[in-house]
């Protein structure tokens, strides 16, 4: 069996991954010279494009993971978002850049707490970078300060991106075929 049969559709191409992935390297390399950054990567989806973040970042920079519990329809109502693999370390006086994979509903990253929970840690900073934006489907406000590609209402998945826990390997961003999810 081959991953690649089941996409329909190549979104984003590994060069053009690369190009963009390189850019935002440039852009965090200026914007926090001098300063302490650390970036914290939302597991799992998060953990390849921060895996070519940092090495896209000319400056010293540490990472770290935080796991996040999905939510189903009713944690959702219930506002149960819950952080559950922490930090290692103390984030006192650093600047923390959350790398996020895609930022669909917005729920995720406000249920959660997770900007408000790290900005009481005594961080100077906390701002965030998605490598991918779907804004058409935001539900809950969120402030985002380095965005990847804007991307339209679709399904996606690959580099890092899974639907029921599979694909992420895949080098690229691409569209499932219906018929993988069940659809028409
Ligand atoms: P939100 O809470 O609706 O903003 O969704 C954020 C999370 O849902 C992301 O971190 C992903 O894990 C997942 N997600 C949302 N849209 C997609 C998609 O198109 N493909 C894969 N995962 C997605
Ligand atoms: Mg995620």
Redesign the pocket.
């Known amino acids: 069996m081959n991953l690649r049969d089941d996409i329909a559709q190549i979104l984003l191409t590994e060069e053009q991954i690369a190009t963009r992935v390189k850019e935002l390297g440039q852009q965090i390399s200026r914007d926090y010279e001098g300063k302490d950054l650390i970036l914290v990567g939302?597991l799992k989806?998060a953990a390849i494009f921060l895996a070519d973040l940092v090495r896209a970042i000319e400056i010293p920079v540490a990472y770290d993971f935080v796991a996040i519990s999905s939510y189903g329809a009713d944690s959702r109502s219930a506002g149960v978002v819950r952080i559950i693999k922490d930090l290692d370390e103390s984030l006192v006086s650093k600047h923390v850049l959350v790398v996020?994979?895609?930022?669909?509903?917005?729920?995720?990253?406000r249920l959660s707490y997770l900007l408000e929970n790290l900005r009481s840690r005594k961080a100077a900073s906390v701002r965030v970078c998605t490598l991918l934006d779907?804004p058409s489907?935001r539900e809950m406000g969120v402030k985002i300060d380095y965005t990847g590609f804007l991307v339209e209402d679709k399904?996606?998945?690959g580099y890092g991106?899974?639907?029921a826990g599979e694909y992420r390997s895949l080098p690229f961003i691409g569209v499932l075929k219906p018929e993988v999810y069940g659809g028409g």
């Open positions: 939302i989806g996020e994979d895609i930022v669909d509903t917005g729920w995720t990253l779907k489907r399904y996606v998945v991106l899974d639907y």
